[in-house]
T-cell receptor
Framework: AQTVTQSQPEMSVQEAETVTLSCTYD???????LFWYKQPPSRQMILVIR??????QNATENRFSVNFQKAAKSFSLKISDSQLGDAAMYFC??????????????FGTGTRLQVFP | GAVVSQHPSWVICKSGTSVKIECRSL??????MFWYRQFPKQSLMLMAT?????????EQGVEKDKFLINHASLTLSTLTVTSAHPEDSSFYIC???????????????FGPGTRLTVT
């Protein structure tokens, strides 16, 4: 079974600085997707970024980028130029791309990010 | 963008009663919807996968008779917590997968969640 581990329960960053959130996962599959979701105090889950395992290039979305290391099964999220609105819970998630099990999202335990002015 | 709504956003019920939570995809059709449960300061746990026109698939450890799921149309899935007890108090989140997108290249769109408190 696949597992997702986020070893940092809490992180903090100064406004305008850069922070990196860690995520590791375990799987025997070769094809899968990885996601970072943001959950602000409103509890609405928001997709931040996604990465296809077959793509070597790291995904980037504006100030958010990932460092995907497939061999090490590592998927970290870098937030550049942090803003107060980035404060939230961040969840790393895994989804299989195998045809028999493509739907389930497996979430990590989350990292609470605080942003200080 | 795709929008998923949930109703109610919060509900308080007495122990022993049943409560129904609705999940709707507002601007797209969803063959598959998912129900998650989230305890305070914890992650989302998948409870079940809801497929339109067929029985839901429950995750291990989730009581089918307690958490009834109905996905009667392409835009609506409901979760009914039967004979609710205080330990069922939690935050319930649904998500929906858009129908028609081929292969694995689709997104799950999340609802805003429903906070259930059982007294």
């Amino acid at each position: 079974a696949q597992t997702v581990t986020q070893s940092q329960p809490e992180m903090s960053v100064q406004e305008a600085e850069t922070v990196t959130l860690s995520c590791t996962y375990d799987t025997s599959e070769s094809d899968y997707y990885l996601f970072w979701y943001k959950q602000p105090p409103s509890r609405q889950m928001i997709l931040v970024i996604r990465q296809e395992a077959y793509k070597q290039q790291n995904a980037t979305e504006n100030r958010f980028s990932v460092n995907f290391q497939k061999a090490a099964k590592s998927f970290s999220l870098k937030i550049s130029d942090s803003q107060l609105g980035d404060a939230a819970m961040y969840f790393c998630a895994y989804r299989s791309a195998e045809s028999y099990n493509t739907d389930k999202l497996i979430f990590g335990t989350g990292t609470r990010l605080q942003v200080f002015p | 963008g795709a929008v998923v709504s949930q109703h109610p956003s919060w509900v308080i019920c007495k122990s022993g009663t049943s409560v129904k939570i609705e999940c709707r995809s507002l601007d797209f059709q969803a063959t598959t919807m998912f129900w998650y449960r989230q305890f305070p300061k914890q992650s989302l746990m998948l409870m079940a996968t809801s497929n339109e026109g067929s029985k839901a698939t429950y995750e291990q450890g989730v009581e089918k008779d307690k958490f009834l799921i109905n996905h009667a149309s392409l835009t609506l899935s409901t979760l009914t917590v039967t004979s609710a007890h205080p330990e069922d108090s939690s935050f319930y989140i649904c998500s929906a997968r858009e129908t028609g997108l081929a292969g694995e290249n689709y997104e799950q769109y999340f609802g805003p969640g429903t906070r259930l408190t059982v007294t």
